[in-house]
Antibody, heavy 119, light 107 residues
Framework: QVQLVQSGAAVKKPGSSVKVSCKTS????????LNWVRQAPNQGLEWMGG????????NYAQNFQGRVTISADDSTATAYLELSSLRSEDTAMYFC????????????WGQGTHVTVSS | DIQLTQSPPSLSASVGDRVTITCRAS??????LSWYQQKPGKAPKLLIY???SLQSGVPSRFSGGGSGSDFTLSISGLQPDDFATYYC?????????FGGGTKLDIK
């Protein structure tokens, strides 16, 4: 059974960066696609981007281009989301989600990491 | 980029009812559409993929249909556990995207 365990909640100042981790187990880390989905308070789901570790290249949603970096460490089966130049509108729950290879549908999810951006 | 429009945004129904939620894509996406259920404070849960394939462990009262640009999620015999928010997602191409959601609550 695939499990995704995310790092804990974070409080950040505007203009700073945050890095969220997602440790996986039970899947095929290198060939799975690991994605990040954001949900602002009382809002819908927004795909931020994803990576297939064996390919090493991440894809990003246009809304986050230039501010987001998704990476993966196959030695620890962990994916990372780094978001920079934080603003108050980035206050949200951030989920990692797995899809098998390029299926693009997410059959396993992390528990979510809440990021608060506040001065 | 492909946009998804869900309707209705909210829906009230009773236990035992049958409900249908629709999702329209801004262009043809063949059958590359998934459906998720989300409860407050929880991660989404995959219900349906490839328009009509039921994810393992999901009750058979959930069904998906459609192709091209118009899709449906139907729930027959609503159970108390089904009151939640439902999202469609296209898996046709990058960038991926979700619909705006449909909140299903108890009448």
């Amino acid at each position: 059974q695939v499990q995704l365990v995310q790092s804990g909640a974070a409080v950040k100042k505007p203009g700073s960066s945050v890095k969220v981790s997602c440790k996986t187990s039970g899947g095929s880390f290198n060939s799975d696609s690991l994605n990040w989905v954001r949900q602002a308070p009382n809002q819908g789901l927004e795909w931020m981007g994803g990576i297939i570790p064996i390919l090493g290249k991440a894809n990003y949603a246009q809304n986050f281009q230039g501010r987001v970096t998704i990476s993966a460490d196959d030695s620890t089966a962990t994916a990372y989301l780094e978001l920079s130049s934080l603003r108050s509108e980035d206050t949200a729950m951030y989920f990692c989600a797995r899809s098998v290879r390029l299926s693009h549908y997410f059959d396993s999810w992390g528990q979510g990491t809440h990021v608060t951006v506040s001065s | 980029d492909i946009q998804l429009t869900q309707s209705p945004p909210s829906l009230s129904a009773s236990v035992g009812d049958r409900v249908t939620i629709t999702c329209r894509a801004s262009q043809s996406i063949s059958r590359f559409l998934s459906w998720y259920q989300q409860k407050p404070g929880k991660a989404p849960k995959l219900l349906i993929y490839d328009a009509s394939s039921l994810q393992s462990g999901v009750p058979s009262r959930f069904s998906g249909g459609g192709s091209g640009s118009d899709f449906t999620l139907s729930i027959s015999g609503l159970q108390p556990d089904d009151f939640a928010t439902y999202y469609c997602q296209h898996t046709y191409s990058i960038p991926l995207a979700f619909g705006g959601g449909t909140k299903l609550d108890i009448k």
